[in-house]
């Protein structure tokens, strides 16, 4: 089975505070995601990784960066935080070749106070 | 116009009801077709996915597209209260204009009531 953890499922930071979340897989695949997700707007995608330091950004990158040093890591970088980066935060894997299908993380549920 | 379209609902059944849920997209360009469920504050879980047209049954749950109407649909047969839970369509291209991201609809919210 794939497996893709996120290091934090709940997490409370100040407003200002650098956070970081970590995106784990073990299944050996090429391309990463973070979305964040919210009500009534659905899941969006911040940025991706389709190979080792590489990176673009999806539909909402502002405010965010990213970081992949390995294959298995990919990690969201919020550098200030901002009440309005309130949310869940949502990773993903899949493999370089179709059907495209990805495989979620549980999530990180971000406070910004 | 958003690229998929799904009404969020929510939708609420009897136990034991025949559910649809069906989203419609606007890019042809869309080939692979998959249903994502996702509990309350946990992370979607890849349910079904289909290439191109045609049906696919898996269980209680049959995923179906229709590429000439732009329009995909998942069945759940039987529904139990453990299907309550909120289903996102999600699509997806190939080729040099798509870099093979997911297309999500907003998701639909089941309730299965005892």
């Known amino acids: 089975d794939v497996k893709v953890t996120q290091s934090s499922r709940y997490l409370v930071k100040r407003t200002g505070e650098k956070v970081f979340l970590e995106c784990v897989q073990d299944m050996d695949h090429e391309n990463m995601f973070w979305y964040r997700q919210d009500p009534g707007l659905g899941l969006r995608l911040i940025y991706f990784s389709y190979d080792v330091k590489m990176k673009e950004k999806g539909d909402i990158p502002e405010g965010y960066s990213v970081s992949r040093e390995k294959k298995e890591r990919f990690s969201l970088i919020l550098e200030s935080a901002s009440t309005n980066q309130t949310s869940m935060y949502l990773c993903?894997?899949?493999?370089?070749?179709?059907?495209?299908?990805?495989?979620f993380g549980p999530g990180t549920r971000l406070t910004v106070t | 116009q958003k690229e998929v379209e799904q009404d969020p609902g929510p939708l609420s059944v009897p136990e034991g009801a025949i559910v649809s849920l069906n989203c419609t997209y606007s890019?042809?360009?869309?080939?692979?077709f998959m249903w994502y469920r996702q509990y309350s504050r946990k992370g979607p879980e890849l349910l079904m996915y289909?290439?191109?047209?045609g049906n696919k049954e898996d269980g209680r749950f049959t995923a179906q597209v229709d590429k000439s109407s732009k329009y995909i649909s998942l069945f759940i047969r039987d529904s139990q209260p453990s299907d309550s839970a909120t289903y996102l369509c999600a699509m997806s291209g190939e080729g040099s204009s798509n870099t093979g991201k997911l297309i999500f609809g907003q998701g639909t919210t089941l309730q299965v009531k005892p």
């Open positions: 993903a894997s899949r493999r370089d070749r179709g059907p495209y299908e990805q495989y």
């Open positions: 890019n042809s360009a869309f080939q692979y």
């Open positions: 289909t290439y191109s047209s």
